[in-house]
């Protein structure tokens, strides 16, 4: 027996094991025109989704909503959010490592007050 025979897989071996591991196994496409697949990416887009999970979610019927805001407002909201829930964090810690004394009660009652208005900013521009 020669080596190559031995240590080298058979064209046959080599396929059998290729089945890819889908938990979707079937697949339909067609075909669109430019302007109609211009409109699906940008409805896509919108929705910041890709133009398959887009055109997926439509043949299921589903109802999708536009956001009521871009991707650069939302990312803004977001920080401010998160800063606020830090300014939040630190105020929670220093009641606590103040507990057993008597706190700067003004200070903690302006930045509970500041930390309200800027909420109440965020919270009114969503509603509208």
Same mark, same amino acid.
């Given at each position: ?8 897989? @058979?064209? =046959? $071996? ?8 889908? +938990?979707?196994?079937? !697949?339909? /496409?067609?075909? *669109? ?9 940008? @409805?896509? =887009? $919108? ?8 055109? +997926?979610?439509?043949? !299921?019927? /589903?109802?999708? *909503? ?9 990312? @803004? ?52």
């Amino acid at each position: 027996m020669s080596e190559q025979n031995t240590f080298v897989a @058979s064209d =046959e $071996t080599v396929g059998r094991n290729r089945k890819p591991n889908r +938990k979707e196994p079937k !697949q339909i /496409s067609f075909r *669109v025109s430019e302007s109609e697949y211009l409109k699906l990416r940008q @409805s896509a =887009e $919108t929705l910041n989704m890709s133009v398959p999970a887009f055109v +997926k979610k439509k043949a !299921q019927g /589903s109802r999708l *909503v536009a956001p009521k805001f871009d991707k650069e407002t939302r990312q @803004s909201i977001a920080r401010d959010l998160s800063k606020l829930g830090a300014n939040a964090n630190q105020i929670a810690k220093y009641c606590n490592k103040h507990q057993h004394e008597a706190p700067n009660y003004e200070a903690l009652e302006r930045n509970i007050s500041e930390l309200r208005e800027r909420l109440d900013e965020i919270w009114n521009m969503i509603q509208k």
